[in-house]
């Protein structure tokens, strides 16, 4: 068996961009009427990423963190469970999992994902996500923009297969903050900005 064909039979629940074959028991079709993916040309990606490399700790160093900010999101973040939201940057799925709707992550970093169990993953990067225009109810990205490699890209991204509803939020310490709280206020009707610890959390509707 090739590596490559090894690392995929081995993960658990996975969908690839679109036209590769979707992965341990998730169906073609369910994917296709639900979530609306779309035929793209993002190819997978098997660049090892800082976070593919630190993923067997990332949980421990980050969970409590990170879920902390989930209790403070979900204050403004009110799903109905038929929503559709997609979390981009979802990591382990951490941020992904605790809504009580259909729930659809992306990331590059595929062992942060092939940690996340039961559900949706998908390996992609902000800036090439393959979803068709408007639709995710909801998208959430948490801690995860000051990392994209080009964050307009991204973020435009995110509008695009979005209807309208997000909540975005990045690390207050990242140098780029001033870049990001700029982009966000140009490219969307920004309508609470709320400090958390770590993160601005910038709700949008
Ligand atoms: C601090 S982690 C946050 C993960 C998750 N949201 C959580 O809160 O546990 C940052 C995440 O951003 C992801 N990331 C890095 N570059 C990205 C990009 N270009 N597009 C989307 N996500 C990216 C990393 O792989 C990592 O999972």
Same mark, same amino acid.
């Given at each position: 068996?090739?590596?490559?064909?090894?690392?995929?039979?081995?993960?658990?629940? =996975?969908?690839?961009?679109?036209?590769?074959?979707?992965?341990?028991?998730?169906?073609?079709?369910?994917?296709?009427?639900?979530?609306?993916?779309?035929?793209?040309?993002?190819?997978?990606?098997?660049?090892?990423?800082?976070?593919? @490399?630190?993923?067997?700790?990332?949980?421990?160093?980050?969970?409590?963190?990170?879920?902390?900010?989930?209790?403070?999101?979900?204050? =403004?973040?009110?799903?109905?469970? +038929? +929503?559709?939201?997609?979390?981009?940057?979802?990591?382990?799925?951490?941020?992904?999992?605790?809504?009580?709707?259909?729930?659809?992550?992306?990331?590059?970093?595929?062992?942060?994902?092939?940690?996340? $169990?039961? $559900?949706?993953?998908?390996?992609? @990067?902000?800036?090439?996500?393959?979803?068709?225009?408007?639709?995710?109810?909801?998208?959430?990205?948490?801690?995860?923009?000051?990392?994209?490699?080009?964050?307009?890209?991204?973020?435009?991204?995110?509008?695009?297969?979005?209807?309208?509803?997000?909540?975005?939020?990045?690390?207050?310490?990242?140098?780029?903050?001033?870049?990001?709280?700029?982009?966000?206020?140009?490219? =969307?009707?920004?309508?609470?900005?709320? @400090?958390?610890?770590?993160?601005?959390?910038?709700?949008? @509707?």
């Amino acid at each position: 068996m090739l590596d490559r064909q090894r690392r995929s039979a081995s993960m658990k629940c =996975y969908a690839f961009p679109w036209t590769r074959n979707v992965q341990c028991g998730i169906k073609v079709r369910e994917i296709r009427t639900n979530f609306q993916q779309v035929e793209t040309k993002v190819p997978r990606n098997d660049k090892m990423t800082y976070y593919d @490399e630190i993923s067997e700790g990332y949980e421990e160093l980050h969970k409590e963190e990170q879920l902390k900010k989930v209790e403070l999101i979900s204050k =403004y973040l009110k799903v109905k469970p +038929d +929503d559709l939201l997609l979390d981009v940057g979802c990591g382990t799925g951490l941020t992904t999992k605790p809504w009580k709707c259909k729930t659809v992550g992306a990331d590059p970093a595929i062992k942060l994902l092939e940690k996340a $169990g039961k $559900g949706i993953w998908v390996n992609a @990067e902000a800036e090439h996500l393959p979803f068709k225009d408007n639709t995710f109810d909801w998208v959430i990205s948490v801690t995860a923009i000051q990392n994209f490699n080009d964050i307009e890209k991204g973020l435009k991204e995110i509008k695009r297969v979005g209807k309208g509803k997000y909540v975005l939020t990045f690390l207050k310490k990242s140098n780029k903050n001033i870049y990001i709280l700029e982009l966000l206020h140009s490219l =969307y009707k920004v309508k609470n900005i709320v @400090e958390e610890d770590k993160d601005l959390v910038f709700v949008i @509707e």
